[in-house]
Structures are given as structure tokens and as C-alpha cells.
């Protein structure tokens, strides 16, 4: 099986800082990873699609890069809004899915 | 715009079947670019996919699973449903059920792009 290995596992940050995540695959896995938002509560969001397309809808501060192994999500500016915890997701051991650990972010 | 709600029960016996409907609205459940999933996610934990289904009755489950796990399909009530046999403790955890849409291009199902809301279940004596 393919894993996802994120970090950190949490981190703090102020509203307005550059937030970087990253994701860690065990193996190639090209650009087949996805990104996900899921606030306290809530069903997790699609944000980003293979890699790095941005899913409609979705404000432009989010952006993800990477392929192969090693994969960053990006927000350009924090928002109060974007408290939440951030999940990456692969999608080349199909059909077969599994996500990161998590990505925990909170406003410092 | 798709919705998909869960229902069940909230509460379930240990060595009992857990049992949760999905009902889509807003989309048919039996188009072709789409299969339908569960996914769980325990208490204060990540997320695991389960398995999911195809309109037409073909499934695949989470070998870690595979031998508990029976998803089904009702195309007339636009429905999909998950069993969990011999449920422990370590089942506790919000249930999810979510859309996976066909990519343009490769024609893998790649993404969850509609969510339930979730439900917890927890089993308990």
C-alpha cells in the first residue's frame, strides 16, 4: 500500500502568513494527489485536484505543486477563515484510496 | 446542486451490524461518471476510505475491511448502503458517504467531490 505522510501535524500561524504543508508519498505516484479542507465539524472540501488545479470555487490564495514523490499546499494568506484541518489524498493505487494524517492549523 | 445525506442508527451493539444510507438528491445516482463511497473517520482521527460502488452493482472495499464490509445500490430511490458486520469499538467514528467523480481525461475516479454531512456511530453496550 501507498503512504501518506504529512507535516506538520500542526502548526500555528498569523492571519496574513504564508502557509505551507507538506505530503510525503512511499512511492511515485505522479501527480495523482488531491487536497482537502475539513473544518471542526464539517464534511472535508475538495481544494485541489492532481496536484495542482484548483477545484471551481475554490479562492485563489490555495495552490498545490509537486509530483512524483513530494507535494506542497500552499495558502498565500491566512485567513480566519481557513482554520481547519488539511488532508492530502492519493489516487494512483486504484482503486484503492488513502489520505495523509492530517494537517492541523491554527490562528497564532 | 448534489446532496447526499446519511442515515442510521447512532448507536450500535458490539458483534452487531452497522447499517447507514446514503440518499443522493439533485443527481442521478446512476450516472455513468460517478461512484458512490463511504469513508469513516474515528474521533479526533484521519480518514479512511471504505469502499464504494458503481450503479450497476459492482463494488470495491478496503482490503483492511473487505471481509465486514457489503455496499449496495438502489437506483429507484436513488440510495446507497453500507453494512459493517461484527462491529467493535474500534468502528466508533462519524461515517461518511461522498460522490467520486471520473476525471476528464484519464477516466480514473479520483476525487470526493460531494459529501454527506456525516453521522457518528458508536458502538457501545
Known amino acids: 500500500d501507498i503512504q501518506m505522510t504529512q507535516s506538520p501535524s500542526s502548526l500555528s500561524a498569523s492571519v496574513g502568513d504564508r502557509v505551507t504543508i507538506t505530503c510525503q508519498a512511499s512511492?511515485?505516484?505522479?501527480?495523482?494527489l488531491n487536497w482537502y479542507q475539513q473544518k471542526p465539524g464539517k464534511a472535508p472540501k475538495l481544494l485541489i485536484y492532481d496536484a495542482s488545479n484548483l477545484e471551481t470555487g475554490v479562492p485563489s490564495r490555495f495552490s498545490g505543486s509537486g509530483s512524483g514523490t513530494d507535494f506542497t499546499f500552499t495558502i498565500s494568506s491566512l485567513q480566519p477563515e481557513d482554520i481547519a484541518t488539511y488532508y492530502c489524498?492519493?489516487?494512483?493505487?486504484?482503486?484503492?484510496?488513502?489520505f495523509g494524517q492530517g494537517t492541523k492549523l491554527e490562528i497564532k | 446542486q448534489v446532496q447526499l445525506q446519511e442515515s442510521g442508527p447512532g448507536l450500535v451493539k458490539p458483534s452487531q451490524t452497522l447499517s447507514l444510507t446514503c440518499t443522493v438528491s439533485?443527481?442521478?445516482?446512476?450516472?455513468?461518471?460517478?461512484?458512490w463511497s463511504w469513508i469513516r473517520q474515528p474521533p479526533g482521527k484521519g480518514l479512511e476510505w471504505i469502499g464504494y460502488?458503481?450503479?450497476?452493482?459492482?463494488?470495491y472495499y478496503n482490503p483492511s475491511l473487505k471481509s465486514r464490509v457489503t455496499i449496495s445500490v438502489d437506483t429507484s430511490k436513488n440510495q446507497f448502503s453500507l453494512k459493517l458486520s461484527s462491529v467493535t469499538a474500534a468502528d466508533t467514528a462519524v461515517y461518511y458517504c461522498?460522490?467520486?467523480?471520473?476525471?476528464?481525461?484519464?477516466?480514473?475516479?479520483?476525487?470526493?467531490?460531494?459529501w454527506g454531512q456525516g453521522t457518528l456511530v458508536t458502538v457501545s453496550s
Open positions: 461522498a460522490r467520486n467523480r471520473r476525471h476528464d481525461s484519464s477516466g480514473y475516479y479520483y476525487a470526493f467531490d460531494y
Open positions: 439533485g443527481g442521478s445516482i446512476s450516472s455513468g461518471d460517478y461512484y
Open positions: 489524498q492519493q489516487y494512483d493505487n486504484l482503486p484503492l484510496y488513502t
Open positions: 512511492q511515485d505516484i505522479s501527480n495523482y
Open positions: 460502488i458503481y450503479y450497476s452493482g459492482s463494488t
